[in-house]
T-cell receptor, first 116, second 115 residues
Framework: EPEVTQTPSHQVTQMGQEVILRCVPI?????FYWYRQILGQKVEFLVS????????KSEIFDDQFSVERPDGSNFTLKIRSTKLEDSAMYFC??????????????FGPGTRLLVL | AQKITQTQPGMFVQEKEAVTLDCTYD???????LFWYKQPSSGEMIFLIY??????QNATEGRYSLNFQKARKSANLVISASQLGDSAMYFC????????????FGKGTRLHILP
């Protein structure tokens, strides 16, 4: 069964450093997303991406964040100058029909980011 | 604005019993989809079941079923014959039916299955 993959699974960084979180969406999916989940809280939408551009972004997704699809398979989230409050689990998701008529967003396993 | 409400922060259920996790939602849009995800302690988000707002029948997927009551705007998850491995956090979520629209999550219910 196809799945979304994310690397790294864990990332520890110093405050002020830049991090890049990587995702490989399910092949043939066209819509990509980043969400984050601060420890103990609900999952929050960050950004959606379609046709090589941002479709929608939340208030959280400020100039510190950027997304990119550098090639046909990877989808990245860059966080510039990380802050302590950026510590969270970051989920990538992709959406598309899987041939059974059902459409849903499939989530990757997440990257747990810790900013020290 | 869309909103998902899960009123049960935690539940304890005896193994092999059925369990119902409550979810209510709010939207003025007639076209939407409802989801349930399971998050075990390892942290990944596992898709369980989906219900479209125009689906005539309640969704089922193995031991999972979604009790969809459109007039009440509720989408409860029913797990039959619970197992120890069902212990996890469960999130109800909603998305408008535009294909690129974001998913909005509830706060989750932590389910504990007791042996």
């Amino acid at each position: 069964e196809p799945e979304v993959t994310q690397t790294p699974s864990h990332q520890v960084t110093q405050m002020g450093q830049e991090v890049i979180l990587r995702c490989v969406p399910i092949s043939n999916h066209l819509y990509f997303y980043w969400y984050r989940q601060i420890l103990g809280q609900k999952v929050e939408f960050l950004v959606s991406f379609y046709n090589n551009e941002i479709s929608e972004k939340s208030e959280i997704f400020d100039d510190q964040f950027s997304v990119e699809r550098p090639d046909g398979s990877n989808f990245t989230l860059k966080i510039r100058s990380t802050k302590l409050e950026d510590s969270a689990m970051y989920f990538c998701a992709s959406s598309g029909y899987l041939g059974d008529g059902q459409e849903t967003q499939y989530f990757g396993p997440g990257t747990r980011l810790l900013v020290l | 604005a869309q909103k998902i409400t899960q009123t049960q922060p935690g539940m304890f259920v005896q193994e092999k019993e059925a369990v119902t996790l409550d979810c209510t939602y709010d939207t003025s849009d007639p076209s939407y989809g409802l989801f349930w995800y399971k998050q075990p302690s390892s942290g990944e988000m596992i898709f369980l079941i989906y219900q479209g707002s125009y689906d005539q029948q309640n969704a089922t997927e193995g031991r999972y079923s979604l009790n969809f009551q459109k007039a009440r705007k509720s989408a409860n998850l029913v797990i039959s014959a619970s197992q120890l491995g069902d212990s996890a956090m469960y999130f109800c979520a909603m998305r408008l039916q535009n294909r690129d629209d974001k998913i909005i999550f509830g706060k989750g219910t932590r389910l504990h299955i007791l042996p």
